[in-house]
């Protein structure tokens, strides 16, 4: 297999300033990171709701809690 499929799963290695870098392994790491800042924004915005979600209905909010929603 001599041809531009050849070593397709390999990694891509960059030189930069004379080191070498995976470029794979940087992009993983990357991936990672956001999806770890992902979830924890999701994981905020369930304890969020389930805040709201205790809070009698109407419950006025402060500045550091929301209130309950408005209606059923």
Do not use: C, F
Request: hydrophobic content about 35%; overall charge positive.
């Amino acid at each position: 297999m001599d041809g531009p499929q050849a070593g397709a799963d390999a990694a891509v290695v960059i030189t930069l300033g004379g080191q070498h870098h995976k470029a794979s392994h940087d992009q993983w790491a990357l991936t990672r990171r956001r999806q770890a800042a992902h979830i924890h924004s999701l994981e905020a915005g369930i304890a969020v709701i389930g805040h709201r979600l205790s809070q009698p209905i109407g419950a006025k909010g402060s500045k550091k809690a929301p209130g309950g929603y408005r209606n059923k």
